[in-house]
């Protein structure tokens, strides 16, 4: 198990921390989550050429740099932290994992390389109204037709799903549900959703008679599936423990250089008593998802059979750790704290967001319950 | 020495041989049931630690010289993993976590010839006197004085929540040798004998109805010279002593015993039939997601330690983190058993004993003793977040 980094791992971190400092600092989010794109594709490409960030959890075979989910949790966290506006969340880390565990050599040779290279964007679409990233709650259908299939149904909250070159849609099948690939335009429809967070785009999409490629193992996909979705939950848990330490840093930092009643409000302890139990739920949120993505990296390997319970576990407590740190820091700083100016509320709107996403806390604990035996 | 983190080229034995001879003897020599009776009970304990001792098990984080293992940090934790696993007894009293660093590293040559053996074989038990009624969170504020007579200090003054002192047999005892005023500048450190005349030591019942812990009034106690760790006057630089990383090492047994905890409750819901209850799931969940963390902090800090030398912020938030945690879970269990868990220990009718109203009792203590929650807090938040100091406090 890897709770602690190895020195090439923290280099990793510090690359990526100076890249996004430099590339993608908050005015240039602003810029960009006020822009069509959402995100700014020459940085994009920057990443994938000169850090490789899009390929590093990738398998080689396609070009990526063969590392793992802690790897991909480092570069998360460093984003969440930069509350970087770009696709990787939904290309690589959902996407591009749920095509790399696959164990489908056709639909990676097809699609791997260029999400790898960052020249083709894909999304994971599951969420459908009035559930979240379930399979017990997907209705699309698949039926076959010809030589492939066709989707029948909505999906919604698809992260990045208005951009995506490529659409993995989980759908029910007559054994069950599965995961197809959608490409093109031909019975797809899609438009964006407006929603809190500003920086991530969201999308609706309407699947009619919809053209697509079954890919993943054959036979029974719910495995598969299950694991595809907990990679998510733990990619995100990853991106919010980094939100929650740049809410932590702005808040300890805010609090040593504002002055009221004649002393900086660092030196009450009502400032310093919300900061010190930020960061016990920021350590014990960087336990959770440490443990979690080196459970993830088992199961690739063919091992980590907890991972249902660290994702669970992750999700249910590093999405509460991240809300309640951007809350905190809106009400440290005070007026400036609710401004537009301040990066408070960006970091509260994409927390309060990835909370949401991919289940309520109280439903991460709802699924922990039951794989526990309790 | 103490604390370093690879073992010594002689020793040949591997990690896992000590961990297979270790378990070995814990399970070849486990003392039972403790009696019931209380003083029978005392020597049952302190027959194991001697056993322990003759064996070599003793004192693992302290040097070979005073009777200990020296142990690397590595080995400590094997040993507390196997010492926990094995359900055995730790140490009487509070010298040995908290005392005995102190005497390693400021003692005299003869004084930790003298002292340091018999806490490790538990032969002498030591209980701490550092709070008193009117020196709580604020320390330097104590006032129980010792001045110098000859050889001597005469001791006069109160202490109060002296864990195990009734049954003490040496009090590490916080003394005023400056000044009123002198706060943290004239504090000394002595070690008392807790028999010698003028030592009163009176249980004290607390909020469980039990006596934990003790008062301790000093009349006129004579002390000898030689009794006092480091310099008159220089003894508060000496109260958070530690020689290394062992209480890294130490955390792991509460993530340990509180996964035990944890399973008991679930299985006790189970039992009564509460699990189907969606409010008792979820709080449930909550306990496993929390505990399964405390272990996973513990190990990251240990990792950290071994591949660093120094444990991270994670370390500083871990009794916090604990502590809460069991005040909400004992909290929950009462509530859990709705009337049912008010019953006492003592009622027949009681849930287990009563061990969850008597927990949701006695974790009361857990945020107040060695330091309150609110304190742990400020010292987070100005040693390792670097917060200013709030400048009504005197100095630190």
């Given amino acids: ?23 993608s600092p908050s005015e240039a989010v602003r810029r960009w989550m006020e822009s069509e794109e959402g995100h700014d594709p020459a940085v994009w490409r920057q990443m994938a050429e ?31 932290r930069a509350l970087l506006p770009a696709p990787f969340l939904s290309s690589v880390a959902l996407a591009g994992q749920a095509l790399a565990v696959s164990g489908d050599d056709a639909a990676k040779q097809r699609w791997l390389p260029g999400i790898v290279d ?22 699309t259908t698949a039926t076959p037709k010809g030589e492939g299939w066709a989707l029948e149904g909505t999906k919604t909250f698809v992260i990045d799903g208005g951009s995506a070159d490529l659409l993995l849609v989980v759908a029910r099948t007559d054994e069950g549900p599965a995961l197809f690939a959608v490409e093109g335009a031909d019975g797809v429809s899609r438009s964006p959703l ?44 990853a991106e919010q423990v980094g939100a929650a330490q740049a809410c932590l840093d702005l808040s300890v930092e805010y609090a040593k250089i504002r002055v009221q009643f004649g002393r900086p409000i660092g030196s009450f302890q009502a400032i310093k008593h919300k900061c010190a139990d930020m960061l016990l739920e920021v350590e014990s949120a960087k336990s959770a998802v440490y443990n979690a993505a080196s459970v993830a990296a088992e199961r690739i390997a063919g091992a980590g059979e907890e991972l249902p319970i660290a994702a669970a576990l992750a999700g249910a407590y590093c999405s509460t750790t991240a809300v309640h740190a951007a809350k905190e820091t809106v009400q440290i700083h005070g007026g400036i704290g609710y401004t537009w100016e301040h990066d408070a509320h960006l970091y509260l709107k994409r927390a309060k967001s990835s909370e949401l996403l991919f289940g309520a806390p109280a439903a991460h604990r709802a699924r922990l319950a039951t794989l526990v035996g309790i | 020495m103490t604390g370093s983190l690879t073992a010594t080229p002689a020793d040949v034995e591997t990690d896992e041989e000590f961990r297979a001879r270790l378990r070995a003897f814990l399970t070849d020599h486990h003392p039972g049931k403790r009696p019931r009776d209380v003083v029978e009970g005392r020597a049952w304990h302190k027959a194991w630690l001697a056993r322990l001792f003759d064996a070599g098990f003793a004192g693992p984080s302290f040097p070979r010289e005073y009777g200990g293992m020296d142990l690397p940090f590595t080995r400590q934790v094997i040993y507390q993993e196997e010492y926990n696993r094995a359900r055995v007894p730790g140490p009487q009293g509070t010298g040995l976590g908290i005392a005995a ?60 929540w002296n864990t195990h002192a009734d049954y003490a047999d040496i009090l590490f005892t916080l003394v005023r040798t400056g000044t009123p005023e002198s706060r943290q500048k004239g504090i000394t450190y002595l070690l008392i004998d807790a028999h010698a005349p003028g030592v009163t030591v009176r249980p004290l019942r607390d909020i469980t109805g039990g006596t934990h812990f003790s008062e301790i ?52 819901a189970k039992e009564r039939g509460l699990t189907a209850d969606p409010l008792v799931r979820d709080r449930l969940a909550d306990f496993e997601v929390r505990v399964r963390i ?35 879970l004992h ?10 868990g008010l019953l006492l220990r003592d009622d027949p009718r009681s849930v287990q004993r009563g061990r969850w109203v008597g927990g949701f009792l006695s974790t009361r203590a857990s945020t107040i003793g060695a330091g309150t929650a609110e304190i742990q807090r400020n010292t987070i938040a100005e040693q390792v977040l670097g917060l200013p100091r709030d400048p009504a406090m005197p100095p630190r």
């Avoid at chain 2, 994670?314 to 005040?327: D, G, M, P, V, Y």
């Fill in chain 1, 50 to 80: 000169q850090l490789g960030l899009q390929g590093l959890a990738l398998p080689e075979e396609y070009g990526g740099a063969g590392y793992g989910p802690v790897e991909l949790g480092i570069v998360l966290e460093e984003m969440g």
């Fill in chain 2, 331 to 340: 909290e929950f269990a009462v509530d859990m058993l709705g009337a049912d």
């Fill in chain 1, 118 to 139: 960052g020249t083709r964007t894909a999304a994971l679409a599951v969420s459908e109204e009035g559930s979240s990233w379930t399979l017990e709650g997907v209705r």
């Fill in chain 2, 294 to 328: 405390m272990r996973y902090t513990g190990m990251r800090v240990i990792a950290d330690i071994v591949s660093r030398g120094e444990p991270g912020p994670a370390s500083s938030t871990s009794r916090l983190f604990i502590t809460t945690f069991e005040q909400d």
């Fill in chain 2, 101 to 160: 660093p102190t005497l390693v590293k400021y003692g005299t040559e003869e004084q930790k010839q003298q002292f340091l053996r018999p806490m490790i074989r538990g032969d002498k038990v030591w209980a701490q006197g550092y709070s008193e009624p009117e020196a709580g969170s604020d320390l330097p504020s104590l006032r129980t004085t010792a001045r110098r007579e000859g050889d001597s200090y005469v001791v006069d003054g109160q202490k109060v």
């Fill in chain 1, 194 to 237: 407006t929603a809190l967070d500003p920086t991530r785009r969201l999308a609706h999409v309407t699947l009619e008679a919809a053209p697509a490629v079954r890919v993943g193992p054959a036979g029974d996909q719910a495995g598969y599936l299950r694991d595809v979705l907990d990679l998510a939950i733990v990619a995100l848990a």
């Fill in chain 2, 217 to 268: 009034f000093f009349d006129a106690v004579r002390v000898p010279v030689a009794n006092r760790i480091g310099e008159e006057n220089e003894g508060w630089p000496l109260v958070r002593t530690s020689l290394g990383h062992e209480r890294a090492a130490g955390a792991m047994n509460q993530a340990a015993l509180y996964r035990r905890v944890v399973t008991e409750l679930t299985a006790l």
């Fill in chain 1, 1 to 23: 198990m890897t709770l602690t980094f190895t020195d090439e791992q923290e280099e990793l971190r510090a690359s990526v921390r100076r890249f996004l400092a430099d590339k």
